[in-house]
């Protein structure tokens, strides 16, 4: 049973990892893309589009479209709109912030989600990931030095709103995964963003460089396989072990950073970086305590 679970465990890491970097490598491919003239809407349009064919391509091969046939068509629709919003303020930082920078900030997504489980879940939530919570912000505010013009201050603000947006997404996907498979979320997403998206990008769409249109084509390839690696480790193994290796984007978009756009994170980022960081890995560490009592006191029970 221990070489199983260990047999499963280090694929599980190795997915989250390969995610991690293709989701650095997505977003690196849209600073370049948008500093050779695409917009914010052709960029999400090309996003979801290329995922939903690598989508299409991957469920037809395999398990086949029915397995993607779903009852609960307005609550991934919810799903949808929640996600494109948090997509589109993601971008936004992408592109008004440096690399590293704009990942570091989207690393506040645990502590937002810790607020809204509390709220909204009622889930209980001790003095411990509180104070987690409250390190996070001060890591926050650290590296975002309001009025201090260290960087554009709505970059700073749209990933913020970007990670309240996700914590939310991972709050209603809790509800829906009681009923829906992985993939079936994955799918539905990725096809109903494409109507808006669809109207937005015919009032948008401009003429390119071919390259241009290779970039943002790999946008959404890279983005639909980054999704489909973070799906497979979370099915492999638990969300506790799997998380953490999200951190691991920050070493690729301080290399990105470097290497095409010749920009390194500020002192700040070196100091509040961290800061998040072990402040995210708190509270993904206490979730995983708590679950363990509960299990433990479940089985008690019986």
């Known amino acids: ?10 694929p599980a890491i190795a997915m989250r990892l390969l995610s991690a970097a293709l989701f650095a490598s ?4 849209i600073k370049l893309a948008e500093a050779r003239g695409a917009t914010l809407g052709e960029v999400l349009f090309f996003r979801q589009f290329g995922a939903a064919i690598l989508l299409v391509v991957v469920i037809a091969a395999g398990p086949g479209l029915k397995s993607v046939a779903t009852r609960r068509l307005p609550a991934h629709i919810a ?7 948090a997509m589109a303020c993601t971008f936004t930082a992408i592109l008004m912030l440096p690399l590293a920078e704009s990942t570091t900030i989207g690393f506040s997504m645990p502590i937002f989600a ?8 009622r889930e209980p939530t001790g003095w411990h990931r509180w104070a987690a919570v409250a390190i996070g912000f001060t890591g926050v505010l650290i590296v975002a030095q309001p009025g201090s013009g260290h960087f554009p201050f709505w970059g700073a603000v749209a990933g913020l709103v970007a990670a309240l947006l996700t914590a939310s997404v991972s709050i209603l996907l809790r509800q829906i995964s009681r009923t829906e498979g992985t993939m079936t979320t994955v799918f539905w997403f990725s096809t109903l963003s494409l109507i808006p998206l669809g ?4 009032f948008v769409m401009q003429p390119h460089f071919w390259l241009v249109w290779i970039m943002l084509l790999a946008v959404g390839v890279i ?4 999704q489909l690696a973070m799906t497979s ?12 290796m999200d951190y691991s984007s920050l070493l690729w978009a301080t290399a990105y950073g470097w290497l095409l756009f010749g920009v390194l994170p500020g002192k700040w980022t070196w100091i509040g970086a961290p800061v998040i960081i072990l402040s995210g890995l708190y509270i993904v ?5 708590r679950r363990t009592q509960l299990t433990i006191e479940t089985i008690a029970q019986i």
Do not use: C, F, K
């Open 1 to 10: 049973m221990m070489a199983e679970t260990s047999d499963r465990i280090l």
């Open 26 to 29: 997505m977003n690196a491919v």
């Open 79 to 85: 799903r949808a709109v929640l996600g494109l919003s």
């Open 114 to 121: 810790t607020i809204l489980g509390a709220l909204i879940l």
């Open 199 to 202: 109207i937005v990008y015919a």
């Open 223 to 226: 983005g639909g396989a980054a």
């Open 233 to 244: 480790a979370l099915r492999l193994g638990p969300v506790s072990v799997v998380v953490p």
């Open 285 to 289: 560490w206490r979730e995983h305590v």
